[in-house]
């Protein structure tokens, strides 16, 4: 049975009430409290005239950093598909004999 939840998460001093699923609370809680992290350290270390401009770097590190992980998972799966193949034409070639 699934169990929706509604949680209230502050990102960037506003707060936003989402409806997940218990499972993803932890997850969800854990994202949100990164996401104020990152927008800290930007604000710190860059001059902002706007918190459209922090959300707009944020969001971007984010984003390279997913096609980053998500190149290197093709990149594995891949190589992983290419060494099981090898298995097979190893495990075929001694079965032959």
């Known amino acids: 049975m ?6 209230k ?6 707060p936003y009430t989402l409806t997940i699923s218990r499972s ?15 927008i800290k350290k930007y604000s710190k270390a860059f001059e902002y005239k706007d918190m459209q401009d922090l959300y707009a770097m944020v969001s971007l590190q984010y984003a390279s950093g ?3 992980i998500e190149s290197e998972k093709s990149f594995k799966d891949k ?4 060494k099981l193949m090898e298995v097979d034409e ?6 032959k004999l």
């Not at 190589?79 to 290419?82: S, T």
């Not at 190893?90 to 079965?95: K, P, T, V, Y």
Request: proline content about 0%; aromatic content about 0%.
């Open 2 to 7: 699934k169990t929706d939840l509604n949680i």
């Open 9 to 14: 998460v502050d990102i960037g001093g506003r």
């Open 24 to 38: 993803e609370e932890e997850l969800v809680r854990k994202a949100a409290e990164d996401v104020n992290n990152t």
């Open 66 to 68: 997913l096609l980053h």
């Open 79 to 82: 190589e992983m598909k290419d």
């Open 90 to 95: 190893l495990l075929s070639s001694h079965l």
